[in-house]
RNA sequence: GCGGAUGUGGUGGAAUGGUAGACACGCUAGUUUUAGGAACUAGUGCCGCAAGGCGUGGAGGUUCAAGUCCUCUCAUCCGCACCA
């Protein structure tokens, strides 16, 4: 009997299917389609561990399972090969990061290989290709031509060690989500995304998402939209006016001081010459504070007077205004109304600072604390007595009358800041003239091709390595014809996965970055499977160049993912994170070097709980994977060596039927782990069988055949072996899944639990097809039952069909 | 503080309001001339000799019946955070 050995059949199927090209995605092909998607990896260079392979695991099983039940499947895989690490690990040894790339990308492919996942190579891509990034600029010429790409000087992140801007969705607690180091604020001229153009629709278009709610309500957080209104306050003896946001129009009677941040230029001009030098002083020592300081909250409120004042235009009130830096200069107008009475921020301060505090909703709240609650309207004039949601729209209308106020949507989100003063990246395809400023390369010199150059080194004086290429730089203004120069920052990593997902539906287009009618055929894409760790980033910048593309009237849809499916993490087996600098990481390379193989890393995959669900990867739980899978083979071994027999089995056409039933159901759910659990049951039962009978030839062949084509989408190698050894022709991956039909599960007797006031205190068996009143019956002839209704009344019985009967006394 | 999620045996986890603990790991006992990180059989929620009782983070409630529905509460994890 041959041994179930891996390492034979795994790399020779692999080969098998790469030359039989069965998972080539068809153009062509009339059946229904399905996109299946797992976000592009970045090639670094680590190995893959468990934790990345659980991902594409999902994503194969998807893709297997509809490609079985009829579906013409894309199931591509690409590159996301521009950024950060590549460009250090080449400095670091000295050499080119496009080296250094193409060998983690070999290495990468040859570790997707091993695992026999089912992709459609002939689509695969490289986003550092400049086949590809040629339609990463021209998108990015696309933005700049509809006004979505502009040029701004501002304070910006900036990451000291890697030396470049970051966008504020890539700054995680005050520090860089790269390499972890505390960012500062530099003033520099960078290129920006509009994305908060898009904000209403990024945050709208959420509510029809197939998206866990987590994700949805991370993007809502982020974008941060809040209904309010602009109120204006003019500055005494000024021609000054001092604009505030605020969600809360109906306590402006309650607003007895302002405060203004303290990078905002008018801070000191309105200060007075008494208070010049403490406010200075005060601006100073903020500034000096880092921003993780600033966001440290609870931090005791501090804040200086300007010595100025200015009039609450509802009643006339002089409000003082003060410096603090607890208003943040980003948000808003950078300017508030305090209301200390009804916001816990301005209470401190009034706490702090001696500042009156004067309730105008009226609550059950305390009188000495502030209260956020509705309520009704006091000391505020006319408005006493209405309830406070209503007035909060009266005080907006009446003061739009007099233009001293009006209704508006602030967001938390800014644009996205794409410039990134480092070499590993696509080029912004812009041109610097002296005379017409910045001016789009045209379109039939795109790409701007990334020069190879000797040190990649960034300078750090906020220009990219690429400032010190003279033959890169000066060029022509494509205008004028006079002399110029390019832009030497490139593109965030970011733009370029912004739209990948496109390109697979047409990856070797080179008269545009896809044909519209292919991406019509594909997109959107059905299953998008990958980490939660993009959910402001990359799924929002996405989502936004779709929007932008859609509007363009390239495609025809405004969702790029229909359906987002973030697999839960896989932790190492004392339950901590999985990480390289801790030496906890498992790679499947070495379990398969082992002997598991890859279908047992991949049955563990799936078997250690939900797929959705962070789970400790189990060593021992491998055992049990593989026994599975021996067993499997075992069976099949077993079979073909038997004589056979005509005895038949209504037994095996049960449990098989069965299984299909339970499979199918819980694939069509992504149950993974239960449909594997059924898979094992069933083995259990063949097993259990083959013990009592003899086989019946015809119906075990069948059995094990439906069995195995249950199996292929989780374990596609043992499965396509022994369908060969029971010898059918084609590939098992591109056989028809497997149907049940009803009848074979229809039980003859089935088993009645028997409740006494709710307690469960027997069971019987009945005919399938007993009335309620047999059932009744048998349920109060039952020995134990009976014991427990003697002598008493029965009030109430309750029967349900086939389940259980439930006697109230 | 705001938002999201999760709490079930020794462990990972199963359960359309209807027999809680499927499946697997681990453990216990046994079988096999068993080199192995084997294979097979039986058992395994807790208390109890048993009958029985108790059990899904906690407290209430609805119901003939609650892990599942409702109210309150506790704990853990994740995201955001002086956002007006």
Known sequence: MQRYNPKDIEPKWQAQWEADKIYQASDESTKPKKYVLEYFPYPSGAAMHVGHVRNYTIGDAIARYNRMKGFNVLHPMGWDAFGLPAENYAIKNNVSPRVAIDENTKRFKEQLMQMGFSYDWSREID??????????????????????????????????????????????????????????????????????????????????????????????????????????????????????FTTRPDTLFGATFMVVAPELEVAKSITTAEQKDAVEAYVQEAQAKSDIERQETNREKSGVFTGAYATNPVNGAKVPIWIADYVLAGYGTGAIMAVPAHNERDFDFAKKFDLPIVRVVQNDAADDEFTHAEGTMINSGDYDGVASQEAREKIVIDLAKTEAGKEVVNY??????????????????????????????????????????????????????????????????????????????????????????????????????????????????????????????????????????YDEGLINFQEPFKTLRNQGMILAPDGSKMSKSKGNTIEPGVLIDQGYGADTV????????????????SVEGMGGANRFLQRIWTLVQEFSESDGGTAESPELQKIVHKTIKKVSADLHVLSFNTAIAALMECLNELYRIKAEDKYASVEWQWALESMLQLLAPFAPHIAEELWEQLGQEGSIHTSEWPAYDEKYLVEDTLTIAIQVNGKLRGEVQIAADATEDEAVNAAKANDKVAGYLKGQTIRKTIYVAGKLVSFVV
């Not at 960078?190 to 998206?211: G, H, N, S």
């Not at 400023?437 to 040190?455: F, K, T």
């Not at 070797?508 to 009618?517: C, M, V």
């Not at 563990?604 to 709980?609: D, P, Q, W």
């Open 127 to 244: 986003s550092t290709d400049p086949k590809y990034y040629k339609w990463t600029q021209w998108f990015f010429l696309m933005l700049f031509n509809k006004g979505l790409a502009y040029q701004k000087e501002s304070l910006q992140w900036w990451c000291p060690h890697d030396k470049t801007v970051l966008a504020n969705e890539q700054v995680e607690n005050g520090r860089c989500w790269r390499c972890g180091h505390v960012v500062e604020k530099k003033l520099l001229k960078q290129w920006f995304f509009k994305i908060t153009d898009y904000a209403d629709r990024l945050v709208e278009d959420l509510e029809d998402l197939d998206w866990s709610e987590a994700i949805k309500s991370m993007q809502r957080n982020w974008i941060g939209r809040s209904k309010g209104a602009e109120i204006d306050f003019k500055v005494d003896g000024s021609n000054e006016t001092l604009t505030v």
């Open 412 to 549: 938390k989100m800014r644009d996205w800041l794409i410039s990134r003063q480092r070499y590993w990246g696509a080029p912004i395809p812009i041109i610097h003239c002296p005379k017409d400023g910045a001016v789009a390369v045209p379109e039939d010199q795109l790409p701007v091709v990334l020069p190879e150059i000797e040190s990649y080194e960034p300078s750090g004086d906020g220009r990219s390595p690429l400032a010190n290429v003279p033959e890169f730089v000066n060029t022509i203004c494509p205008k004028c014809g006079g002399p110029a120069e390019r832009e030497t920052d490139t593109m965030d990593g970011f733009a370029c996965s912004s739209w990948y997902f496109l390109r697979f539906a047409d990856p070797h287009n080179d008269q545009a970055p896809f044909d519209p009618e292919k991406a019509k055929k594909w997109l959107p894409v059905d299953d998008y499977i990958g980490g939660a760790e993009h959910a402001v980033m990359h799924l929002l910048y996405a989502r936004f160049w779709t929007k932008v593309m």
């Open 602 to 617: 991949r049955i563990m995959e799936l078997f250690l709980g939900p797929w959705n669900q962070a789970a400790a990867w």
